[in-house]
């Protein structure tokens, strides 16, 4: 169940008992909520065709919070499954069955923007058993499978790029082939991502039709003649649009979008209820989208460099992703791709250059890859090992060395009778590590009390995470370094044979504990 498109259904009342319509229960023009998972995460910047005034304004309407609206959404999406398994496969069936809900999540979404999702679908009835992926992971796992019996491209280590183009993000992950039957996967590097999907090209047709008539007759359009020329666009247009087929001696060609009930204007070339698109004026509309693809992908074949690996050709998923003419001009592209020249750290220069086709493939049901995916990865675990997205690490008290630690962090440790610095970075994973799917990061932890003080019910343990390009020795808070979450240990389950008596220097008794917390970075999270 995709997290990432479409919470842009309900129909606002300022009631709290609002009645919510969705998908096609919604008729043009009508009023209706959008973008709204852009605020799962308050700090997450917004495209620009994205109003942050006009997404209060829509939330306002309903009086509902981003998190209630959503969940209204996604609770409507739940109930529609539920029907649709009941009418397949029986009531009964489905009452003894368990289900368990696989969240999508786009690869550059944010920890809080993941955690909120988690919330917001469990808000929705979706129960406990939820699980999340990032969607350019699932999209993977289903175009190799789908594709590993009939490409003779795929070989074990081999490494593919995976670009999911979706209606808001477009999502890369490269996965490398560690066995085909089954289908098994490595990350090979990061997933990466832009806020730049196929809705941004109907943000640039409606910006160019406003443009050709004008903000105020634009303005006076009725919303189901709008709706109507939206729909042939993404139907017609953004799907086949394709200008090496053009049939027109020039090698250009027009498109006649309606616009039912509009007055001709000869000047903005509308006609018979027709605004007339030449072949160029398309192309320019898709130009930026494609440039940043182009780039994304460039990103991920030079991260595979750097490993000393090469992507064998990009895979094109989503609803985007579908297009001939972005095949096209991929394939344009990318014909006589060679390798990024290698530096050899003797000679300092590059080395010769080695060719390599570099191909780029459309598999069946590319729209649906990512929910697909999503199902075949909660059968089966196909992803051995993914790249760690920051530094993970933990605040730890070493012994102070003037010569390392800052002044401001040190103290006299009462239990050791010695001087402490805390707020020391021990990092048990650092940025782009593999970290295997099964298999958890343990952090080892200490704590101390007073002998004469009862036993703490919990100890609270804080995970930090960094972005920075290197690790940070000590703990300063701050955008690139931060808190990822806090961890809870009950100590009321620990055996008391654990729990060792010290004596100091003074002769004061305390008690200590060593003990370990595990972290398993699952996809999605």
């Not at 903005?268 to 780039?295: C, D, H, N, Q, R």
């Not at 991260?303 to 992507?311: D, E, P, V």
């Not at 009321?492 to 595990?518: D, E, T």
Request: glycine residues 6%; charged residues 25%.
């Amino acid at each position: 169940m995709p997290a990432s498109d479409g919470f842009e259904v309900i129909d606002p009342r300022n009631t709290d008992t609002y009645d919510v319509r969705w998908g096609l229960q919604l008729k043009p023009g009508q009023a209706r909520l959008r973008c709204l998972k852009l605020r799962l995460d308050p700090r997450q910047v917004l495209p620009n065709y994205v109003s942050a005034e006009d997404l209060d304004k829509q939330l306002a309407q309903c009086g509902k919070t981003t998190e209630e609206a959503i969940a209204d959404y996604l609770s409507a999406v739940h109930a529609h499954a539920q029907d649709a398994l009941i009418k397949r496969f029986g009531e009964h069936m489905m009452s003894s069955t368990p289900i368990e809900v696989v969240l999508t999540v786009p690869a550059i979404w944010s920890d809080a923007a993941k955690d909120a999702t988690f919330r917001v679908a469990q808000r929705a009835g979706m129960g406990t058993n939820l699980r999340m992926i990032s969607e350019p992971e699932a999209a993977a796992i289903y175009a190799l499978e789908s594709m590993k019996k009939e490409s003779k491209l795929l070989r074990v280590g081999s490494n593919f790029i995976v670009c999911d183009c979706g209606g808001g993000t477009i999502d890369l992950i490269s996965m490398e082939i560690r066995s085909l039957a089954p289908l098994s996967l490595v990350e090979s590097a990061p997933g990466t991502g832009a806020l730049c999907g196929g809705v941004f090209l109907n943000h640039r047709f409606e910006a160019l039709v406003k443009s050709r008539m004008g903000p105020a007759a634009f303005q006076k359009l009725k919303p189901k003649s709008w709706a109507i020329a939206l729909k042939y666009f993404e139907d017609y247009v953004k799907k086949n649009f394709d200008p090496t087929e053009s049939s027109s001696e020039d090698g250009d060609s027009i498109f006649n979008v309606p616009l039912p009930g509009t007055a001709d204007d000869a000047l903005a070339g509308i006609e018979f209820g027709f605004i007339t698109l030449s072949t160029t004026e398309v192309a320019e509309l898709f130009y930026p989208l494609i440039e940043s693809i182009i780039e994304l992908i460039e990103g991920q074949r030079e991260a595979l460099s750097k490993q000393g690996k090469t992507a064998k050709g990009v895979v094109l998923v989503g609803g985007f992703g579908q297009s001939s003419y972005l095949f096209k001009c991929l394939k344009t592209r990318f014909q006589e791709a060679v390798l990024p020249p290698k530096y050899t750290p003797v000679a300092k220069k590059p080395a010769p250059r080695a060719t390599s086709k570099f191909v780029v493939l459309q598999p069946a049901n590319a729209w649906t890859a990512v929910v697909r995916g999503a199902v075949l990865s909660s059968l089966q675990e196909k992803v051995l090992s993914r790249k760690a997205r920051h530094h993970y690490g933990i605040t730890v008290a070493l012994p102070f060395d003037a010569n390392k630690h800052s002044l401001k962090n040190k103290y006299w440790y009462v239990y050791t009778q010695t001087f402490l610095a805390n707020n020391q970075m021990f990092w048990h994973a650092k940025k782009g590590d593999d970290l295997p799917s099964e298999k958890p990061i343990l952090f080892a932890l200490s704590a101390d009390w007073d002998h004469n003080d009862p036993i703490p019910e919990y100890f609270t343990n804080s995970i930090i995470i960094s972005d920075e390009r290197e690790a940070p020795a000590e703990f300063e808070l701050s955008k690139q370094t931060r808190t990822l979450c806090s961890l809870s240990v009950d100590l009321k389950m620990v055996p008391r044979r654990h729990f060792r008596n010290q004596v100091n220097a003074l002769g004061m008794h305390y008690r200590s504990l060593n003990y370990q917390i595990g972290m398993t970075v699952q996809s999605g999270k």
